[in-house]
């Protein structure tokens, strides 16, 4: 056996030479989506600011040239993460609400769906998605953003509007209702979050649908 043929030690050089051989048959797109999937646990666990471009290539087993040459930056890559799991978390809400059989339903799952002992890795996904809005000055950033917080908006209006043309509720300001149900839920987050004071997922959905009962008054049968 010559030197060329024997297994380098460890048996780490061909494993990362297929892998390297693998990475460049992918689309741009899919090596891409790698990379960012592999960013937004990193940030959940560490935070935004914390999150550098070797911890990335580390998490989704590629170079650090891989990484910089599909992203203009480490902020691109984080940017991109964020944006990609609020995605994911609120078209699964939006599904959910849209198989109910009434508002008053597709708002109850709504709230237990913001509130489970599994989404507090989303809330701070959400709370650095704000942070890095104030800090950055990437405009398309920040067109994005506002963008996602319209949508979110426009859904939680939604389900009260078609409350109340259903006959389910009344209902005077659905703009109001739904300035302050969005404000309402980032405040319980944030006090879930933090427990400062303590406050359970029973507990952030309870207020929550005091609210909701308070707001959209149901109608009585005729």
Same mark, same amino acid.
């Given at each position: 056996?010559?030197? !060329?043929?024997?297994?380098?030690?460890?048996?780490?050089?061909?494993? &990362?030479?297929?892998?390297?051989?693998? #990475? %460049? $048959?992918?689309?741009t797109?899919?090596? &891409?989506?790698? *990379?960012? =999937?592999?960013?937004?646990?990193?940030?959940?666990?560490?935070?935004?600011?914390?999150?550098?471009?070797?911890?990335?290539?580390?998490a989704?087993?590629?170079?650090?040239?891989?990484?910089?040459?599909? @992203?203009?930056?480490?902020?691109?890559?984080?940017?991109?993460? +964020?944006v990609?799991? *609020?995605?994911?978390?609120?078209?699964?809400?939006?599904?959910?609400?849209?198989?109910?059989? %009434?508002?008053?339903?597709?708002? #109850?799952?709504?709230? =237990? !769906?913001?509130?489970?002992? =599994?989404?507090d890795?989303?809330?701070? +996904?959400?709370? /650095?998605?704000?942070?890095?809005?104030?800090?950055?000055?990437? /405009?398309? @950033?920040?067109?994005?953003?506002?963008? $996602?917080? !319209?949508?979110?908006?426009?859904?939680?209006r939604?389900?009260?509007? #078609?409350?109340?043309g259903d006959?389910?509720?009344?209902c005077?300001?659905?703009?109001?209702?739904?300035? &302050?149900?969005?404000?309402?839920? =980032?405040?319980?987050?944030?006090?879930?979050?933090?427990?400062?004071?303590?406050?359970?997922?029973?507990? !952030?959905?309870?207020?929550?649908? $005091?609210? *909701?009962? #308070?707001?959209?008054t149901? $109608?009585?049968?005729?």
């Amino acid at each position: 056996m010559t030197a !060329a043929d024997q297994p380098p030690q460890g048996g780490r050089g061909p494993r &990362r030479a297929v892998a390297a051989a693998e #990475r %460049t $048959r992918q689309p741009t797109e899919v090596r &891409r989506r790698l *990379i960012v =999937d592999a960013a937004v646990p990193l940030i959940a666990e560490r935070g935004y600011a914390s999150v550098g471009v070797r911890d990335v290539a580390a998490a989704a087993g590629v170079s650090v040239g891989t990484v910089t040459y599909h @992203f203009g930056s480490v902020q691109e890559v984080l940017s991109e993460a +964020m944006v990609l799991h *609020i995605e994911r978390y609120y078209t699964a809400l939006s599904e959910a609400a849209e198989h109910a059989t %009434t508002a008053a339903e597709a708002l #109850r799952l709504l709230v =237990d !769906a913001l509130f489970t002992e =599994d989404t507090d890795r989303h809330w701070r +996904m959400w709370f /650095e998605y704000w942070h890095a809005g104030e800090q950055g000055t990437d /405009e398309a @950033f920040a067109r994005g953003q506002a963008d $996602r917080y !319209a949508a979110w908006h426009r859904q939680i209006r939604a389900l009260a509007e #078609r409350g109340v043309g259903d006959g389910e509720f009344s209902c005077d300001d659905l703009d109001g209702f739904t300035t &302050r149900f969005a404000a309402l839920a =980032d405040g319980l987050a944030l006090q879930r979050l933090r427990q400062a004071p303590p406050l359970t997922t029973q507990e !952030a959905r309870h207020h929550l649908n $005091r609210f *909701i009962e #308070r707001e959209l008054t149901p $109608r009585s049968p005729l």
